[in-house]
């Protein structure tokens, strides 16, 4: 079977997913919905057969829920095989895409989503923008990739319920070292200004798949992380010492033009009486 045939039969087979996971947004949106996009694994190529689908949506209020300034939706529904599905209202979206959060910047860049025709030529420009956000602020970039490979540290070894199978097996788990290690990297061609998109995917995913299978001992885990986490802190101090923070305001009149002009459309559909 050739590599394209088996690219689209995975795709078909995320897409297929996606669409059972629309369900429950449909359900859930009390103003609509803008689109659902794929996070994690499948967005760095270091999926492997089984990997969970998990997903987020970008949600819309109504418009009595925004004029009596009801707290804005942020909430994950479990799907029945324990795939999660992330709801969250436009403006929390937005301004976690702000922080810098990769989680959430990722989702710009996916090559798996699903957006409503109904909002795509206004959440368009957001798309064709996404450089330009994902690199907002090059200080608040730096601080979520170092403070998410610190949560990776102090998950490695930690007995967490879900992973207690993983922590009986090797002494800790290897999917928080292979974050930790993709971290690593990612910082190193952020700084370097590499194109987003490109430090999504790493260079070396072959064998960021086999640490994610276990392939290091306890031992040999503790000192990896340890020089990754090293590494990386001098890094970003060093970044922060000889680089000045930068504030992309396109990027920010982009997301707000966006989430006014969508949540505009929204509140006359349903004010007109459309469903």
């Keep these: 079977m050739t590599t394209l045939i088996q690219n689209e039969q995975k795709r078909q087979k995320i897409m297929a997913r996606m669409r059972e996971h629309l369900v429950p947004v449909l359900e859930h949106c009390r103003g609509g919905w803008v689109g659902l996009f794929l996070q994690g694994s499948q967005n760095y190529n270091l999926d492997y057969e089984g990997s969970d689908i998990d997903t987020k949506a970008i949600m819309l209020p109504s418009f009595s829920d925004f004029v009596l300034n009801a707290k804005p939706l942020s909430t994950t529904h479990i799907m029945e ?3 999660h599905v992330d709801f969250k209202d436009i403006r929390l979206m937005f301004d976690c895409i702000k922080k810098q ?3 959430f910047v990722e989702i710009l860049f996916t090559p798996y989503s699903i957006i409503n025709p109904e909002y795509a030529d206004l959440f368009q420009p957001v798309l064709d923008a996404r450089e330009e956000i994902a690199r907002y602020n090059n200080y608040a970039g730096m601080n979520c990739i170092m403070g998410m490979a610190l949560e990776k540290q102090k998950a490695m ?3 967490y319920p879900a992973t207690m199978d993983k922590i009986e097996a090797f002494g800790y788990d290897p999917k928080q070292l292979h974050h930790a290690l993709r971290l ?3 910082m190193t061609r952020y700084e370097a ?3 987003y998109a490109d430090c999504l995917i790493s260079n070396q995913c072959d064998y960021l798949k086999e640490v994610k299978r276990g392939c290091y001992s306890l031992k040999e885990a503790r000192a990896l992380m ?4 090293q590494s990386m802190t001098e890094d970003k101090k060093r970044y922060m010492d000889t680089v000045p923070v930068s504030i992309n305001q396109h990027a920010n009149e982009v997301l707000q033009k966006a989430t006014v002009e ?3 459309r929204s509140f006359l559909k349903e004010i007109q009486g459309g469903e």
């Design 81 to 83: 095989n324990n795939e």
């Design 101 to 103: 959060n990769v989680n």
């Design 157 to 159: 070894e930690h007995p």
């Design 184 to 186: 690593r990297e990612f």
């Design 193 to 195: 200004g590499e194109p």
């Design 226 to 229: 340890s020089t990754a986490i």
């Design 262 to 264: 969508i949540l505009k």
